[in-house]
């Protein structure tokens, strides 16, 4: 076993090595412009590009046409949410308080331009409800954007039953879900959904990449390019395409869609393990999220009277975030367990496992080992100090 074990993969994820041997080439012998129609070295990268595309779109169950490459969910979500709303001025949008900050930055920034939002809460669990959800639409709503999983504490939404309740009121749903594409079966057409971001470096590609899918039949969805240029990805996206990333990626979601079952079931047993590990040593969890409408390799936990801070100092041979500072550069309690619920004190006190296709059960067992004995370690060091005063 090799320290420090990586443990933050909802952060960002190592590259597959396959997905790496698929990109190689593509820096070297095929390094031409996708745009290039006039010879073989742009025939050759276009070529490869399609093929991504054709995976990417096979992974969530859309078109080819409809995938549209960017450089990441950040990039994505910009695109589908200012994109969308610009083209209907006066628009209100839905979304909710414990969004990534690439949708709420770009909802505040139109609500600076006169666009009315509401921030649904979440529940305990960290889901939305479904009658404030039907509560909040009105004949002005255009957009509702609302993550499939979240990115710090796990948590599945009630996907189906959004997308039947926007398709009922004839709103466009947006759904970021860098975090579930490749972890959880999802299809677009299946689940109603109009736009959908994600991102190559949460699922074992590249950073810097990743794509937009715009649904191209009911509805026939109209965006305002966010990055305009020469004209590439349909008018949509303009820059030369990043043709290795793109391979990547398609190998990416083929590997997710192939690979998917089999790693889901391996990663909740070890996940499962994590959790009943750290519980027999330190007795009750507080699991931040629901219990079971989670992504398979996430677990996000509270030690009452610990600062995650302090405990991730303490736990150098693991790569872990806490509930400080998982969304920015600020020691500030995170949004999203403030939304859950949790005092600042339990969000401070609170680690994001991150459980990835390269995490064996030995390291799960070492992770155990070693946390419960920081826990432990610092709760005594309180209880020293507590009895001096
Ligand atoms: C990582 C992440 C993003 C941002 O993706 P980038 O490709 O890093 O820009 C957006 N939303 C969620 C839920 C994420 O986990």
Excluded at 50 to 65: N, T
Excluded at 202 to 216: D, N, R
């Amino acid at each position: 076993m090799q320290v420090p074990v990586y443990m933050d993969n909802m952060a960002t994820t190592p590259v597959d090595p396959r997905v790496l041997a698929d990109m190689l080439p593509y820096f070297g012998t095929h390094f031409g412009n996708a745009a290039s129609k006039t010879h073989a070295f742009g025939w050759a990268a276009a070529d490869a590009v399609e093929r991504a595309r054709e995976e990417v779109a096979r992974l969530i169950g859309a078109r080819a046409q409809e995938i549209v490459f960017a450089a990441g969910a950040t990039e994505a979500n910009n695109l589908a949410i200012k994109g969308a709303v610009q083209a209907a001025p006066g628009a209100h949008i839905v979304t909710c308080a414990i969004e990534h900050k690439a949708v709420l930055e770009c909802c505040h920034t139109l609500e600076k331009q006169g666009v009315e939002v509401t921030y649904l809460p979440v529940d305990r669990c960290g889901q939305i409800d479904l009658d404030q959800l039907a509560a909040a639409i009105t004949p002005r709503t255009v957009l509702i954007s609302l993550m499939a999983a979240n990115n710090e504490i796990g948590v599945l939404q009630p996907l189906a039953a959004i997308g039947r309740l926007a398709r009922e009121r004839g709103v466009l749903w947006h759904c970021d879900a860098a975090q579930a594409i490749g972890k959880v079966p999802l299809n677009v057409e299946a689940l109603g959904i109009d736009l959908l971001s994600a991102s190559g470096h949460k699922l074992y590609a590249p950073k810097g990449v990743g794509f937009l899918y715009v649904c191209s039949r009911k509805p026939r969805v109209r965006l305002q390019a966010q990055v305009e240029g020469g004209g590439q990805e349909r008018g949509l996206r303009g820059g030369t395409l990043n043709v290795p990333g793109i391979v990547g990626l398609g190998r990416a979601c083929q590997l997710g869609r192939e690979e998917m079952p089999a790693e889901a079931a391996r990663l909740v047993q070890m996940r499962r393990r994590l959790c009943a590990g750290l519980e027999a040593a330190l007795g009750p969890l507080v699991v931040n999220g629901h219990a079971d409408e989670r992504v398979p390799g996430n677990l996000n936990v509270s030690f009452p009277g610990v600062d995650g801070t302090e405990l991730l100092l303490g736990l150098r041979e693991i790569a872990l975030s806490s509930g400080a500072a998982c969304s920015s550069q600020t020691s500030a309690p995170s949004h999203v367990l403030r939304a859950i619920g949790a005092s600042d004190d339990l969000a401070r006190a609170s680690l994001r496992f991150g459980l990835g296709r390269f995490n064996t059960m030995a390291e799960v067992e070492f992770a155990i080992d070693r946390t419960a004995a920081q826990v432990a370690r610092l709760r005594a060091c309180a209880l020293a100090i507590e009895e001096k005063v």
